[in-house]
């Protein structure tokens, strides 16, 4: 199995920084992808960033600009900064990691961590 924890997120004022953290454990071995998705009142969940146990990453347009995402194996740890926060940011962050369990794959979700931005 893969288990995640989150850390990071808060309040913070428009046009602030700030950084999630995603500490995996478990069979990290068999993560194929790992990702941050985020819920916003009143909306669905959306995919923020995903990178692939291969490097390939993917970024939503509407933070490409703003947010980047980088895993680091050595820690067993992906983080997601993000820069330029708008109120439109504000939302719950949850860390997701797709793993293969024989036979098939699977999903994990992190608890979520709540991001606030205030104009």
């Known amino acids: 199995q893969v288990q995640l924890v989150e850390s990071g997120g808060g309040l913070v004022q428009a046009g602030g920084s700030l950084s999630l953290d995603c500490l995996f454990a478990?069979?990290?071995?068999?993560?194929?992808?790992m990702g941050w998705y985020r819920q916003a009142p009143g909306k669905e969940r959306e995919l923020v960033a995903t990178?692939?146990?291969?490097?390939?990453?993917e970024v939503a347009d509407s933070v490409k600009d703003r947010f980047t995402l980088t895993r680091n194996n050595a820690k067993n740890t992906l983080t997601l900064q993000m820069n330029g926060l708008t109120p439109e940011d504000t939302a719950v962050y949850y860390c997701?990691?797709?793993?293969?369990?024989?036979?098939?794959?699977?999903?994990?979700w992190g608890q979520g961590t709540l991001v606030t931005v205030s104009s």
């Open positions: 990178i692939t146990s291969g490097g390939t990453t």
């Open positions: 997701h990691a797709d793993y293969f369990r024989y036979p098939r794959e699977l999903e994990v």
């Open positions: 478990g069979d990290t071995i068999s993560i194929s992808a």
